[in-house]
């Protein structure tokens, strides 16, 4: 199974992607995570990536495309995968499929933009494996540690209100066009982000058509 999450900053896709991976025994691709992980290493890529995030702006399609290129075609990714965070752009869809990156389904994580803000306040990430919490919502069994890894859980530095505000534009100039690109290809779903995050889980595998 190939799938894709669709939605905007905060609508739950990081926390879905985990949960639907373990189902589907298949790994989960976050460019958010990848380049999270380069601007750490200090590596090319991150170096190039850093200024965007920063900003709320998005990284450039060659550079995701590429990314995302290299790791599909790791072992671990025949059996399938989840991305999470990409394709952003239309021209980073279109490169998927040129590519032959064929996905078996689309869920979009329908959230309106009055919800995002209070995610984004509360939400902790781990600085190591990059798994998402909330502080009332999804929070951690030892406040402020990653149950899966233990590392130290902290605040991304673009979960700021401001930068939330830039990203979410970007979400509705850039991103959510998508959904009509995938719903002409007859793949696309749709499921309510805006209950428990159990209630989304049983959502997508549904949509999916997975027994949990
Ligand atoms: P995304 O990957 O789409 O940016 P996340 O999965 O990181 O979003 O979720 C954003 C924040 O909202 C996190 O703090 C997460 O714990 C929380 N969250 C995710 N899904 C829900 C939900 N259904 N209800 C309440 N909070 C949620
Ligand atoms: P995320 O962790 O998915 O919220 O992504 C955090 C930031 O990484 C975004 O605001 C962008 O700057 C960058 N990013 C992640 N995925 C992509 C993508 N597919 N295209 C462009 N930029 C991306």
């Known amino acids: ?17 985990e949960r639907i991976a373990k189902v589907l025994n298949v790994p989960t691709i976050s460019t958010g995570n990848i380049l999270r ?3 750490r290493n200090g ?3 991150g170096l190039k990536a850093k200024a965007f995030m920063d900003k709320g ?14 790791r599909v075609a790791q072992p671990d990714c025949a059996g399938g995968y989840i991305l999470d965070g990409m ?3 239309i021209p980073q869809a279109q490169a998927l499929e040129a590519k032959g990156i064929c996905m078996d389904a689309v869920v979009s994580i329908e959230i309106e933009d009055a919800v995002i803000e209070s995610r984004m ?3 902790r990430v781990c600085s190591g494996c990059g798994a998402s919490y909330h502080i009332s919502a999804n929070p951690s069994k ?8 233990g590392k130290e859980l902290i605040i991304r530095k673009d979960d700021t209100p401001e930068t939330v505000k830039n990203r979410l534009r970007v979400f509705h100039a850039e991103t959510e066009a998508l959904k009509d690109f995938y719903a002409s290809l007859g793949r696309l779903k749709l499921v309510d982000g805006d209950q428990d995050i159990d209630d989304v889980t049983r959502e997508i595998l549904t949509a999916i058509g997975v027994e949990a």
Do not use: S
């Not at 402020?144 to 890894?149: E, H, L």
């Open 37 to 39: 992980e380069a601007i």
């Open 142 to 149: 030892v406040e402020g540690i990653c149950d899966t890894c």
């Open 43 to 45: 590596t090319e890529i």
């Open 121 to 123: 306040t509360g939400r």
């Open 87 to 89: 394709p952003r752009t």
């Open 1 to 17: 199974m190939k799938l894709i999450l669709l939605g905007a900053p905060g609508a739950g896709k990081g926390t879905q992607a």
């Open 57 to 70: 702006a998005l990284v450039p399609d060659e550079v995701i495309i590429g990314i995302v290129a290299e």
